[in-house]
């Protein structure tokens, strides 16, 4: 334990031995960011807590995968079921977990914005809805604001023309 942290200058390393309490870490880009925060989930595990009691978030998947491979790099062991990940792939995690909660079908599918624009385009023209009146673009915009808004299909009330 004391070959990593010995490592670290005094700002890391105040952070990784932190005891009480959260602690919010702020700092400029390559100032070791990302090296402070696997360190100080291995301590933690080292300290004896359980790695399925800690979730670390990250922007990008690439993170996420190099936050991980540190993690197991310091403690010379597989992690596969902590929960590290990006906020998307954390959610989707949660709802494939919980997915009878979330009131939804078991085999549901989370699509991105291009797979939702070519479903309502095929929607758009199955239904012979003339795409110069409603463009699938308009359309997406609209269906994302509703969602961003919490409705649902049977809240949203048709206004008419």
């Given at each position: 334990?004391?070959?990593?942290?010995?490592?670290?200058?005094?700002?890391?390393?105040?952070?990784?031995?932190?005891?009480?309490?959260?602690?919010?870490?702020?700092?400029?880009?390559?100032?070791?960011?990302?090296?402070?925060?696997?360190?100080?989930?291995?301590?933690?595990?080292?300290?004896?807590?359980?790695?399925?009691?800690?979730?670390?978030?990250?922007?990008?998947?690439?993170?996420?995968?190099?936050?991980?491979?540190?993690?197991?790099?310091?403690?010379?062991?597989?992690?596969?079921?902590?929960?590290?990940?990006?906020?998307?792939?954390?959610?989707?995690?949660?709802?494939?977990?919980?997915?009878?909660?979330?009131?939804?079908?078991?085999?549901?599918?989370?699509?991105?914005?291009?797979?939702?624009?070519?479903?309502?385009?095929?929607?758009?023209?199955?239904?012979e809805i003339d795409d110069s009146r409603w463009?699938?673009?308009?359309?997406?915009?609209?269906?994302?604001?509703?969602?961003?808004?919490?409705?649902?299909?049977?809240?949203?009330?048709?206004?008419?023309?």
């Amino acid at each position: 334990m004391k070959n990593f942290i010995d490592e670290l200058n005094d700002a890391q390393r105040a952070p990784v031995l932190h005891k009480d309490g959260p602690l919010m870490v702020i700092a400029g880009a390559g100032s070791g960011k990302t090296r402070v925060l696997t360190q100080r989930i291995a301590y933690l595990i080292k300290q004896g807590v359980s790695p399925f009691s800690i979730l670390a978030v990250t922007f990008t998947n690439k993170a996420a995968s190099e936050m991980r491979g540190r993690i197991e790099t310091l403690l010379s062991a597989s992690l596969r079921g902590m929960w590290v990940g990006t906020f998307h792939g954390i959610a989707h995690r949660l709802l494939r977990s919980h997915w009878q909660e979330a009131h939804l079908p078991e085999t549901f599918q989370i699509i991105d914005s291009e797979d939702q624009l070519r479903l309502i385009r095929s929607i758009i023209k199955s239904l012979e809805i003339d795409d110069s009146r409603w463009p699938a673009k308009q359309a997406q915009w609209y269906i994302c604001g509703k969602k961003d808004e919490g409705l649902r299909p049977e809240h949203i009330q048709i206004e008419d023309d």
